[in-house]
Every structure is written in structure tokens, then in C-alpha cells.
């Protein structure tokens, strides 16, 4: 059985207003292995990005843990968590945040330089996983001379260059039409055999379902399994 990358037990998150007490879900229990791609559907609203968030570490639950391999987000001090945030996860969003006055290339850079490895090492890469991701043709366009589903790829690029442990997408392809967001499931896909990696996309878009190993639900708070 390959080895387990991600795992939440009893995971619970309320919001505090000051006077009220909002529950967005209760004890969810879920992990993730070493080169599957996994969907975590639900309507807008459900609590998708704050489950997203609360396994990266960028938001702690209210109770329960979260652990990338053995180790929990909670314990670790917040200096050593963002550096295991930058060189084991990579993120992908709906809206592509890459750096516009920065090429593709150096968009795709970025987290490797912040990782101190060579600016050399650092381009040969990128340019690699440029080409890996059809966009050998344009490594010194800017974001803003690219189309969205380019823009897209640069992101799911810029992802990879640390060799994540594991990918979190959030709606990937929210802001593109059907065509291309079938193309781009379609490269997380290729990617996904190709690298060995785990992905999570958190999605409203239903049609995830035919593209992933494994489906769960979040509806009312709780998280249930509906493929895989
Ligand atoms: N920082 C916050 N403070 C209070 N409530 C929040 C906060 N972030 C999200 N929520 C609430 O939590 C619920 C889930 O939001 P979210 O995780 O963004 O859902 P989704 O990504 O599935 O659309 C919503 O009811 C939202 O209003
Ligand atoms: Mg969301």
C-alpha cells in the first residue's frame, strides 16, 4: 500500500463572530496517498477553501490535526511551517496570483529561488516544466500577454518546481470556459501519472468526479466518501 501523504483526524473549525459561534465542520477525517488525485467537492459556501487551508497549515482548526507524513502542522513553529509549506506543497488557485511584472519563467522560478537553490538550476527547471506543460513557446510572455488557461499552466508549473509532496488546487478551473478546464484536468491528470505526486482539488464543478481517483463530499459540516 503506498504511503500515506496527508492525513486530518477529527478535524473541527468554527468561525467567532464575537457573539456567535459558526461551526463549518465537525471531526472530518480524511488522508491522502503517494500518487493519487482526489476531489473534495461541495456547494459555494460548504467550507471547501477552509478545509484547503487548515491542510496546508495556513489556518489552524479548532481542534483536531492535520499531518503532512508524520508531522503536524500545529506543532511546528511558524518559521519551519512556511518553509515545509514552500518545499512540499505546491498550490494552485482560480485565480492564477502569479506576479505580473514577472515572466512566465520567472513566475515558475519563484518558489525554487525562495527555496535557495540556484538561480542556473532554478531556470533549467522551469524551462523544463514550462515545456512539460505546452508552453515551451512562451517563457518571457507576462501574465498579462497570456490567455487564462495558459495563465493556469504557468501556475500548475510553477506548483511543481519543488517537488511538492503533495498539490492543493482550489477551484483550478473556476475561471475558464469548458473546454479549456477539460483541457486543463486533463494535464493535472498526465501530470499526476507522470509525477507520483498526490493532488487535492477542492471544486464545486462536478464534473471532477470522472477525472479523480477518489471523490469526497463536504455537505453540513461533515465530509463524506462517494468514490475511490
Ligand atoms: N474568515 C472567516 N470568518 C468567518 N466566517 C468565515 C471566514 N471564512 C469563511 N467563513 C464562512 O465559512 C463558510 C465556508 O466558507 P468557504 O470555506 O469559503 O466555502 P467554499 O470554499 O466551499 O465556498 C461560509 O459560510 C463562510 O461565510
Ligand atoms: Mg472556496
Not at 500515506?4 to 478535524?11: I, P, Y
Not at 492564477?96 to 531556470?123: T, Y
Not at 501556475?155 to 492543493?168: F, G, Q, S, W
Amino acid at each position: 500500500m503506498s504511503k500515506t501523504v496527508l492525513e486530518c483526524r477529527d478535524l473541527t473549525k468554527h468561525y467567532n463572530d464575537g457573539k456567535h459561534s459558526v461551526a463549518v465542520f465537525e471531526s472530518i477525517q480524511f488522508f491522502l496517498r503517494k500518487g493519487e488525485i482526489a476531489a473534495i467537492v461541495g456547494a459555494s459556501g460548504s467550507g471547501k477553501t477552509t478545509l484547503l487551508n487548515m491542510l496546508a497549515g495556513l489556518d489552524l482548526p479548532t481542534s483536531g490535526d492535520v499531518f503532512l507524513h508524520d508531522a503536524s502542522w500545529s506543532s511546528m513553529k511558524d518559521t519551519v511551517r512556511s518553509k515545509t509549506r514552500n518545499s512540499s506543497l505546491g498550490f494552485v488557485y482560480q485565480f492564477h496570483h502569479l506576479l505580473p511584472e514577472f515572466s512566465a519563467l520567472e513566475n515558475v522560478m519563484m518558489p525554487m529561488l525562495i527555496a535557495n537553490k540556484s538561480r542556473k538550476s532554478a531556470e533549467q527547471k522551469a524551462k523544463d516544466l514550462l515545456t512539460k506543460v505546452g508552453l515551451s513557446e512562451r517563457y518571457n510572455h507576462r501574465p498579462g500577454q497570456l490567455s487564462g488557461g495558459e495563465r493556469q499552466r504557468v501556475a500548475i508549473a510553477r506548483a511543481l518546481i519543488n517537488d511538492p509532496l503533495l498539490v492543493l488546487m482550489d477551484e483550478p478551473t473556476g475561471n475558464l470556459d469548458e473546454t479549456t478546464a477539460t483541457e486543463i484536468k486533463q494535464l493535472v491528470k498526465t501530470l499526476a501519472n507522470e509525477l507520483n505526486m498526490a493532488f487535492l482539488i477542492v471544486t464545486h464543478d462536478e464534473s471532477m468526479f470522472d477525472w479523480v481517483n477518489s471523490v469526497y463530499r463536504l455537505k453540513l459540516g461533515k465530509l463524506h466518501q462517494e468514490k475511490g
